[in-house]
């Protein structure tokens, strides 16, 4: 038996098939430890936007770490890399003179979103403002806030009640937002927190108009809106560095991770608007919050090599150009006796639904011995979320893997 524990995992099942090893990357493949070659369907997990095995981040980290590797950013420290990465990211931000709010990954930023709205409540003299609200089908990370934001009932089981003023509502009708706001009241809701695509729960893309009308009903009640993009950030959904940009969400503040570093190290980043920060920012409020490896400066040094990258390689236009040519290949497969529908058409992500969602864990195994690494999402789907510097080719060559796994 080995000592290493899985997330998200069937010990037991572990212990008796075994780990699938993944033992390096370049490009859109890994390979095992025995050699064998995949083509990487999940971007090892939503994050690997400019591709594996790219040594020019690696060097920018191992520079980074000859100088010093991190230090606090508490109180009034800082790194030089970490405040040029703060810039770079304001620059770019949804919403014009944003702070930046260093996190050691998306879960923390889900914490830190929620903890924020909660605080810039109180200092509005409105700390009654105290209810979170999610959707069914969400997945916000596994920190407390996001366990309790839960729209995926199983990740909630067995752990108690965290947050009693946390609230789901369905995921695709505006109106289930409006009722409970009528339920609960506006003056006791904090925040409401969307993925604009949805991931982890399945690959969801928004219903034509829902995120702009969740956007205007939250506005309407003064009420936050928080758009989680930790998976869909830094060119996921195409053509923009963000969703919120590309469907003019204005969030109040936006969560970011995975592809801040392509995954090379571990960040996020809380983008908070002007208005949300201002309290803080007058002189004598302090926001009581923070982590020792936030904005840790070899991971921000990872982040600007690896934003170079995207910028010089010009990946987000690539990215929108994955929209189209995951919806070609993929799209024929919904005819497929075994699959009950294939999502895709908003930015570079795809899902393949199995009319048996219990199928779906064989299904990851068959696929690899067609040589495809993927993983299930939601209730029975397999996802699809490639790196941004994949060829139509191998866009080709992976639709293909997955008709004849579902064939085998």
Not at 173 to 198: C, M, N, T, Y
Not at 210 to 223: G, Q
Not at 308 to 323: F, G, Q, T
Not at 374 to 388: N, Y
Request: hydrophobic share 45%; proline share 5%; net charge negative.
């Amino acid at each position: 038996m080995g000592s290493l524990w899985h997330g998200f995992a069937d010990m037991g099942a572990v212990e008796r098939d075994g780990a699938f090893v993944v033992a390096r990357g370049a490009g859109a493949y890994v390979w095992d430890e025995a050699g064998n070659r995949y083509l990487d369907a999940t971007a090892g997990l939503w994050f690997t936007n400019v591709g594996h095995g790219r040594r020019e981040i690696a060097d920018a980290v191992a520079a980074q770490l000859g100088d010093i590797a991190h230090y606090s950013n508490f109180g009034d420290l800082a790194s030089p890399v970490l405040r040029e990465l703060a810039e770079r990211l304001a620059a770019i931000a949804p919403v014009p003179g944003s702070k930046i709010f260093f996190t050691s990954g998306g879960s923390d930023g889900i914490d830190t979103a929620a903890k924020l709205a909660r605080r810039y409540w109180h200092e509005q003299g409105k700390p009654e403002k105290t209810v979170i609200v999610g959707r069914q089908k969400a997945y916000h990370g596994m920190h407390v806030a996001g366990t309790a934001l839960a729209g995926i009932p199983v990740n909630r089981e067995g752990y108690g009640e965290f947050m009693p003023d946390a609230r789901t509502v369905g995921w695709d009708d505006p109106a289930a937002l409006s009722a409970l706001i009528a339920e609960v009241g506006a003056d006791r809701i904090a925040a409401f927190f969307a993925e604009p695509v949805i991931g982890a729960g399945g690959v969801y893309p928004p219903p034509p108009g829902y995120l702009t009308e969740v956007r205007r009903i939250c506005r309407e009640h003064d009420i936050l809106f928080i758009a989680d993009e930790v998976v869909t950030g830094f060119g996921r959904i195409g053509g923009s560095w963000f969703a919120s940009s590309r469907f003019d969400l204005q969030p109040d503040l936006m969560t970011t991770a995975k592809g801040l570093t392509s995954g090379y190290l571990p960040m996020g980043a809380v983008f908070i608007a002007p208005h949300i920060a201002a309290p803080f920012f007058g002189g004598g409020v302090w926001f009581r919050h923070g982590y020792t490896y936030g904005g840790h400066a070899a991971s921000a040094a990872a982040a600007m090599a690896n934003l170079d990258i995207i910028e010089r390689e010009h990946l987000l236009d690539a990215s929108k150009n994955l929209e189209s040519l995951l919806h070609e290949h993929f799209s024929p497969l919904a005819a497929h006796p075994r699959v009950a529908e294939v999502r895709s058409g908003v930015g570079a992500v795809a899902a393949v639904q199995l009319a048996d969602p219990a199928e779906a864990l064989a299904m990851v195994k068959t696929l690899r011995a067609h040589g495809v690494s993927t993983r299930a999402a939601g209730q029975g789907a397999l996802q699809i979320s490639p790196t941004f510097v994949i060829t139509e080719q191998q866009v080709a060559d992976m639709a293909a893997a997955f008709g004849r796994a579902l064939d085998a």
